[in-house]
């Protein structure tokens, strides 16, 4: 159970990946047994056109088992400062303060799903296709795998600049439920309930590990050669930060999701914020 291990981290030892100047100097460190000074100048002396080509270029010039390893073991032993986006009632800012991030339950979304749709026109037509939707185990056969999980991302810049739907209107799951029910006017309806939210979370660096490989484990994806999830962000940053030192992974669209099949503890839980980007229309 994630309530049984602790979260309490030095500061030192937080990755929080939009901080880029904070946490390269550290994996740097760290990855100096397998990135010799001579593959880092080359790196640092050569524009390229294309993000990924500097993380080629590394991953050309070492020993590629050897860099995955070194980067496994620096994220086990930090915390991993993720981001989850929504919208959210000062009730249901206090239920997670007090209970964590809840699995998705279908059934839990009718009182929302009410409230919001309830004020369209043709809510009367659709209350009961509502009720039997969430009744038959989500009703929605595509949003299934989205139950009872819960879900966070490694930036914060690419929750906000990249896929901000959750900011706009809250749950995926809700946005099809709304769309299914009542189309593009659903939808709308949506972005007039409660506030964009953005709830930043502390998880333990092996359990961020696991997260971050719902489908395909640590050693599966070496298996078929790719670089584990969290892995390839970070040494990606990494090597663009060497070429290019005013490099920001705060202005990007880095995506790298997270998922849970149990509840997020409260106590990870790092912040609740108002994401001021997008206007409240409450």
């Known amino acids: 159970?994630?309530?049984?291990?602790?979260?309490?981290?030095r500061k030192s030892e937080m990755l929080n990946f939009d901080s880029i100047d904070d946490w390269a100097p550290m994996l740097g460190t760290a990855l100096e047994p397998v990135v010799p000074d001579a593959v880092r100048h080359s790196i640092s002396l050569t524009r390229f056109e294309f993000s990924e080509d500097a993380l080629d270029l590394l991953l050309l010039s070492v020993d590629?088992?050897?860099?995955?390893?070194?980067?496994?073991?620096?994220?086990?032993?930090?915390s991993v400062r993720a981001y989850h986006g929504t919208r959210l009632m000062e009730?249901?800012?206090?239920?997670?303060?007090?209970?964590?991030?809840?699995?998705?339950?279908?059934?839990?979304?009718?009182?929302?799903?009410?409230?919001?749709?309830?004020?369209?026109?043709?809510?009367?037509?659709?209350?009961?296709?509502?009720?039997?939707?969430l009744a038959a185990q989500g009703g929605i056969g595509k949003l299934r795998p989205r139950e009872g999980q819960v879900h966070l991302t490694l930036s914060r810049a690419g929750l906000t600049l990249g896929f901000n739907h959750y900011l706009t209107h809250g749950s995926e799951y809700?946005?099809?439920?709304?769309?299914?029910?009542?189309?593009?006017?659903?939808?709308?309806?949506?972005?007039?309930?409660?506030?964009?939210?953005?709830?930043?979370?502390?998880?333990?660096?092996?359990?961020?590990?696991?997260?971050?490989?719902?489908?395909?484990?640590?050693?599966?994806?070496?298996?078929r050669g790719e670089?584990?999830?969290?892995?390839?962000?970070?040494?990606?940053?990494?090597?663009?930060?060497?070429?290019?030192?005013?490099?920001?992974?705060?202005?990007?669209?880095?995506?790298?999701?997270?998922?849970?099949?149990?509840s997020v503890p409260a106590n990870w839980i790092s912040s609740i914020e108002e994401y001021q980007g997008i206007a409240s229309k409450v």
């Not at 206090?94 to 309830?118: H, K, M």
């Not at 029910?181 to 007039?192: K, Q, R, V, Y």
């Not at 092996?206 to 997260?211: D, F, M």
């Not at 930060?241 to 997270?258: I, R």
């Open 174 to 223: 809700d946005q099809h439920v709304a769309h299914e029910l009542l189309g593009t006017e659903g939808i709308n309806l949506l972005s007039l309930d409660g506030k964009p939210m953005i709830v930043a979370v502390d998880v333990p660096g092996p359990i961020a590990i696991e997260a971050a490989h719902p489908n395909f484990t640590v050693d599966q994806m070496s298996n």
């Open 1 to 9: 159970m994630y309530r049984c291990l602790s979260n309490k981290r």
């Open 64 to 78: 590629r088992a050897a860099i995955v390893a070194a980067t496994l073991k620096w994220i086990q032993a930090t």
């Open 91 to 133: 009730s249901e800012i206090a239920s997670i303060r007090d209970q964590g991030l809840l699995p998705l339950v279908p059934e839990t979304r009718l009182s929302r799903l009410t409230r919001i749709l309830s004020q369209h026109p043709q809510w009367p037509s659709v209350r009961d296709r509502l009720r039997m939707m």
């Open 227 to 262: 670089l584990p999830n969290l892995v390839r962000e970070l040494l990606q940053a990494w090597a663009l930060k060497l070429a290019t030192p005013d490099f920001q992974t705060s202005m990007e669209k880095f995506d790298c999701g997270l998922c849970f099949l149990e």
